[in-house]
């Protein structure tokens, strides 16, 4: 049976980007617009998370019309995709590491919060497949570098 999804816990976050001057003139950024608003379900609950996008207001600016989005706000997930890097480094290390089913993943996430259906959670350990024979995967840093891979690959 299908559930709807009770986004009503979520914790909401707001991001701008971390510089606040821009990079080209030096003149204060000013907000643009919302560059993206969404649910993302992480091992500590789920976050209602807007990015707002800013613009240099200097109309001689080298750059006018370039967008500047917080870095950190990018790093909480993939393009679309709605579970964090950590719910992706998670399922990454239960399914290499120590050779979980995905039944067996998603009782573990569930049990952290996380809920995850198990075809989104294949689909996670389908995107994490290219990562199992790479350096990082036999790191001992894996779950930290899995997201550094997984973001460069
Ligand atoms: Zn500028």
């Given at each position: 049976m299908k559930t709807a999804k009770d986004y009503s816990q979520a914790k909401t976050l707001i991001y701008k980007p971390e510089?606040?001057?821009?990079?080209?003139?030096g003149s204060k950024l000013k907000r643009s617009h919302t560059a993206w608003r969404k649910h993302i379900i992480t091992l500590r609950g789920t976050l209602l998370v807007t990015s707002y996008a800013y613009r240099c207001p200097?109309?001689?600016?080298?750059?006018?019309?370039a967008l500047y989005r917080s870095t950190e706000a990018e790093a909480l997930?993939?393009?679309?995709?709605?579970?964090?890097l950590d719910v992706v480094a998670k399922v990454g290390h239960l399914r290499?590491?120590?050779?979980?089913t995905i039944r067996k993943a998603r009782r573990i996430l569930r049990d952290r919060h996380a809920r995850a259906n198990p075809h989104n959670i294949f689909l996670i350990y389908k995107n994490s497949?290219?990562?199992?024979?790479?350096?990082y995967f036999h790191s001992s840093r894996f779950p930290i570098l899995f997201i550094v891979h997984t973001i460069g690959g």
């Open positions: 510089n606040k001057h821009c990079p080209h003139c200097n109309a001689s600016c080298p750059e006018p019309g997930s993939l393009k679309y995709y709605q579970y964090g290499f590491r120590e050779y979980r497949k290219r990562a199992k024979n790479s350096y």
